[in-house]
């Protein structure tokens, strides 16, 4: 019954933000509005809450799972994009990128709190991803494109990054033991509560903004994506999970978070970098409709 009411209220959410979306309510630029609002402000105050809160030694295995499951994504999308298909690098990285890097910020929190109850197994991937896997990536990014080099760049991407450096103050926190003040605690849980209804209405006004996946002749890409994406990845992370003795609601929150469809940002550096863009938008919409009935098969299996 709390896997049902779980997704039920998760399902519920999104419909609202589809709803406004389909009545004229939200459009295109409400919906990024939405959606910055919560990436800006909320979602940095509910990880500083959450991560501080968190017990780092439970957290090395889970870390070691997603860690594991991305790469061997992001590395089978690589060999078979590069060395088959002959694509660009840039191509490459961000075909990789939406093959691996998953939508825990967004829809991973949502799922964590609602169907397993625990924000915190979602944490360790949205430490790998922004503290390593993003910033390399942008780097790399800029060294195909010649727009810049070195560790200045990585500084600043970051420094820029509001999930990036709230991650950090809630990491500094949980290996210190140190506590925010009341002042600046209260208000921080008080936006920390905004963020999931933020994120999942944005999530449903996008649902209905999208445009139909299939016109831009990347099929072959985005389905190769789809599988690593949503049936590679969460078998890879339940295997190391497995042999890790991971089990009970964290063995659920590592696979869950695997099987969470292509984060949208990587959409946002395509079209930065001009490359890839195609692939990543349709990606992102395929694996984002396909994910929430993979997600339910995978807690009806494991909860």
Known sequence: MDLLTGFTTILVVIACGSGLAHVGILDQ??????????FFVASPALMVVTISGMHLEGAARNLIASATSLAVC?????????????????EVLIGSLSASYVNAGNLGIAIAAYVVGDITVVVPTLLVQMLLVQPLALVALDHVDGRGRG???LARRLVTNPLTLAALLGLILAITGWRLPTLVDEPLQLLAGAAIPLMLLSYGAAL???????????????????VLKLAVMPVVAWLVATALGIEGAVLLGVVLTAALPTAQNIFLHATRYRVGEDVARESILVTTLLSLPVALLVAVLLA
């Open 29 to 38: 630029r409400s919906q990024r509005t939405l959606g910055e609002i919560a």
């Open 74 to 90: 992001f590395a089978t999308y690589a060999a078979i994009a590069r060395l088959r298909w002959r694509r660009r690098v840039g």
């Open 151 to 153: 560790g200045a760049h």
């Open 208 to 226: 209905r903004l999208s445009p139909l996946p299939g016109r831009a002749g990347r099929n072959r890409e985005v389905t190769t994506i789809a």
